[in-house]
């Protein structure tokens, strides 16, 4: 049991560059999120998802889009990179949605835009 | 808006106690979550309240007072393994996540 994996682990992109934060977990959890985490602050979360071809715009969705073509992936997508996007990133599962479930995280992508 | 406050660092010593508080002002309550995060790693689940009352597992507990909106996590015989990051989080009525910036508590021998 893998449980929630994330790739790559570090990425540095130029300025209006793209790329895809990859996200697998394999605890058929209907939950998924992606969040960032900035230095010296909470987690902030980007998307979030409650089931496959279902997905929603966290607090901070801006930059960013989502998939969910199944349980176990859900890829974040930068279009066009800026450097307020460098963060880390974290992608978490669930088993529910409701308040009792812990999430499972990911190690987390560190991406540097310069 | 939603705010959740925690001490920005703390510092123990080895085989001490220590005691990280979380005070929460959020649109509805449903539960609050401690997270331990090593640097460089990724949150891992320590505890979950929902109703008023302390909840101990080994060498960590956690108490939640609702009516006060504050939480706090103890940790007893501290070890130099327990130096990281204490994130408190709460569930807000649209069951979502609302996190604090993280206590770093630093164990010194």
């Known amino acids: 049991n893998a449980g929630v994996t994330q790739t790559p682990k570090f990425r540095i992109l130029k300025i209006g560059q793209s790329m895809t934060l990859q996200c697998t977990q394999d605890?058929?959890?209907?939950?998924m999120y992606w969040y960032r985490q900035d230095p010296g602050m909470g987690l902030k979360l980007i998307y979030y998802s409650v089931g496959a071809g279902i997905t929603d715009k966290g607090e901070v969705p801006n930059g960013y889009n989502v998939s969910r073509s199944t349980t176990e992936d859900f890829p974040l997508r930068l279009e066009l990179a800026a450097p307020s996007q460098t963060s880390v990133y974290f992608c978490?599962?669930?088993?529910?949605?409701?308040?009792?479930?812990?999430?499972?995280f990911g190690p987390g992508t560190r991406l540097t835009v310069t | 808006g939603q705010n959740i406050d925690q001490p920005t660092e703390m510092t123990a010593t080895e085989g001490a106690i220590v005691q990280i508080n979380c005070t929460y002002q959020t649109s509805g309550f449903n539960g609050l979550f401690w997270y331990q995060q090593h640097a460089g790693e990724a949150p891992t689940f320590l505890s979950y309240?929902?109703l008023d009352g302390l909840e101990e597992k080994g060498r960590f507990s956690s108490f939640l007072s609702r009516s006060k909106g504050y939480s706090y996590l103890l940790l007893k015989e501290l070890q130099m393994k327990d130096s990281a990051s204490y994130l408190c989080?709460?569930?807000?009525?649209?069951?979502?996540?609302?996190w604090g910036a993280g206590t770093k508590l630093i164990i010194k021998p």
């Open positions: 309240n929902v």
């Open positions: 978490a599962s669930s088993y529910s949605g409701t308040a009792s479930y812990e999430q499972y």
């Open positions: 605890m058929n959890h209907n939950y």
């Open positions: 989080a709460v569930t807000d009525s649209n069951y979502q996540l609302i």
